[in-house]
């Protein structure tokens, strides 16, 4: 018997991804039911234990990329901040502690920058505390009056765990040419106009070439105004 899922539809998953243009066949297939992604996150195909394809989440190194996952099966929703501007020394924050607007940050998910856009680097210019949400500068780089630009993910409160894949066993997938915009992708990253994206390796787009294969080229970076990171998917 075949499964049609039912389609999403053009404006794509709320604060996850979005259809721009083209992409009108949406891709249904099988999923690992050990798999827990995001609308947004990058697909896999691989076989399970009997040699069936199923779709997995991709890591850094997988050349088996399908395309990109088009529902949810997940436990926890994050959202991505772009480039939030905060000043050490200026109420609320310390001179040595600057506030987040949002607490339980994803780990390894901050990129701090000097309002120029300069990197600085975690636990040599600065902890992050992800509980609570907040920023500690060290003794050394960052200044105690300084500026800095912080982009990061954190858990929604507002979202609640959902399974989309429950009863049918299959996912939709953006298999298609076509453009995409998504707020799911590693912010701890930056981006370039048509700069290749690759999978990390927890199954999100970033920038970086882990040995995988390149899923898609940008169309538009994240900005303060707008984190949406667009692109078109080559896969």
Known sequence: MTVTLPDIGRNGLVNSVRRLSGLNNPGYRKVDSAADFIAGMVANLEADANGDPVLTVANATDTAIVGIFYCHKTTSFYQAVHAESKTFGTSPNSATIIY????NIKASSCRVTTSLGVPWTETTHYVVNTTNGYITRTSTGIGASDTVLV???????NLSGIDQTLGSGMAATLEDNGEIATLIYDTSKAYTLMGSLYSNASGYLTSTNGGGSVVGKVTKVPTSEDAELRYKLVV
């Open 100 to 103: 987040l607007d949002h607490a």
């Open 151 to 157: 982009s990061y993910q954190y858990e929604d409160p």
